[in-house]
């Protein structure tokens, strides 16, 4: 795989046109993307009764409406530095009934300091696009900064050792799966352009390395399905 160094700009990429698109085209991508929001849920019920949550990268608001509608008396808040997806996301909550529970702000992640911290926070298939161990770190750094000392963090990206034999085959298969879905060739191919010129491939003990130097301890491994990985960790008390 080659990858190019310039970072990956979301406010063009995730435009208006795809925001309106990524629920669907998500789930060609990633085949087991709802067992994943399901197993999400799962790990994050012992937070408590009233919890608050953070979904950094908020997209279209998956996340929150899933929980929002499994945990009553939660409050989220979604950020993101695409307005259509948020745009997409305040529909959304509001089509679920839990606009009043859900606020969504337009910013970077890496520029946002709540003024209350969070019980909980998630960031679904957004790291991957951040290149580079510095930007990553930031990123990684500012949910932990948002995060109560003994607050959960659950993190699921593409990851893998890209010069790896194992690595190669389960890009294959991944590619292979998704094109078995109808996409045309010519999406086909824009789609295997945007993966491996756009996401950034950490192996898992390099990431590891990333959330323990952001400030977390004892990351988990809890979910994979080819390349997408999925891992809890803990801020320490």
Not at 72 to 78: A, I, Q, S
Request: aromatic residues 12%; proline residues 4%; hydrophobic residues 40%.
């Amino acid at each position: 795989m080659t990858q190019a160094s310039e970072q990956f700009d979301p406010t063009a990429h995730f435009d208006e046109d795809l925001a309106g698109r990524y629920d669907r085209r998500i789930r060609l991508f990633c085949p087991s993307y709802d067992a994943l929001h399901h197993m999400i849920a799962s790990l994050l019920s012992p937070i408590g009764e009233h919890a608050r949550l953070l979904a950094a990268g908020v997209g279209t608001g998956a996340e929150i409406v899933n929980l929002g509608r499994l945990f009553p008396f939660w409050t989220f808040v979604g950020v993101d530095i695409s307005s259509d997806m948020l745009s997409a996301c305040r529909r959304r909550v509001s089509e679920a009934g839990i606009g009043n529970r859900a606020e969504c702000i337009n910013s970077r992640l890496q520029e946002y300091q709540s003024p209350l911290l969070f019980d909980a926070a998630i960031s679904v298939f957004v790291a991957h696009f951040i290149k580079g161990h510095e930007e990553k770190i930031k990123y990684f750094r500012a949910i932990a900064e948002n995060l109560k000392p003994g607050g959960t963090f659950v993190l699921a990206d593409l990851h893998g050792d890209t010069g790896s034999d194992d690595c190669k085959k389960l890009l294959d298969a991944w590619l292979f799966s998704y094109a078995l879905q109808g996409v045309s060739t010519e999406q086909f191919a824009k789609d295997k352009e945007h993966i491996l010129r756009d996401v950034d491939f950490v192996p898992e003990r390099e990431l590891y390395a990333l959330l323990t130097e952001a400030g977390f301890t004892s990351p988990v491994r809890f979910y994979q399905t080819f390349l997408f990985g999925g891992w809890v960790a803990t801020k320490p008390c």
